[in-house]
């Protein structure tokens, strides 16, 4: 049986995000930005619905008096990409129960 994959992730830039983000804990828009290789306003925009969705928690603060914007993966985050992932898992039936 196949599980319903989350539309929140399945978005290529915002799984992108959930991706680097499950690696490296937190990280800087403008490193998203540069990993992501999309816009300023597409990157704000997913990280916009992710942080909606209670994936993410985006911090606003000022680094020699320039914006600086770091966002952390959330417990909630963490969960939701492992169920996808095994969600994807089924699909291409790499599950040990499905293989």
Known sequence: ???ELDPIL???VRLAVMSILLTVKHAQFNDLLKETQTTQGNL???LKKLQ???YVQIQKTFKNNYPLTIIHISETGKK???VYVENIKTYLHLNENNT
Request: glycine residues 6%; proline residues 7%; negative net charge.
């Open 1 to 3: 049986m196949f599980n």
């Open 80 to 82: 939701a990409f492992e």
């Open 52 to 54: 909606e969705a209670g």
């Open 44 to 46: 704000s925009h997913q």
């Open 10 to 12: 399945n978005s290529p």
